[in-house]
């Protein structure tokens, strides 16, 4: 069982970064794949980026690729989400997920495929 939460959530004009944080809970952390992803007012939840268990290969959605960048250490059990150059179209609430299995470059986009998830946190982008 793994339990997460996220922070580092806020408001800033276009251009700017945020860093988000994914605290998780269980011993276990280290054998997880993680994600980030974000759902904006009116929108389905779309995928933003994924790590792998070891940490050794990542991957992004096309919108966010070059500009945000997923990591783990696994020593403190989070996950982060480095977004730079940020726009208005980034602004959504962004929920990080976690499940045991790997997953494949399809299946990691799709959010029914994760166990488990935190509660999200707001980001907002002023033009």
């Known amino acids: 069982q793994v339990q997460l939460v996220e922070s580092g959530g806020g408001s800033v004009q276009a251009g700017g970064s945020l860093r988000l944080s994914c605290a998780a809970s269980g011993r276990t952390f280290s054998t997880y794949v993680l994600a980030w992803f974000r759902q904006a007012p009116g929108k389905e939840r779309e995928f933003v980026a994924y790590?792998?268990?070891?940490?050794?290969?990542?991957y992004y959605a096309h919108s966010v690729k070059g500009r945000f960048t997923i990591s783990r250490d696994d020593a403190k059990n989070t996950v982060y989400l480095q977004m730079n150059s940020l726009t208005p179209e980034d602004t959504a609430v962004y929920f990080c997920a976690a499940d045991e299995s790997p997953l494949s470059i399809t299946t990691m986009q799709v959010p029914n495929k994760y166990d488990y998830w935190g509660q999200g946190t707001q980001v907002t982008v002023s033009s």
């Open positions: 790590i792998t268990w070891r940490g050794d290969r990542s």
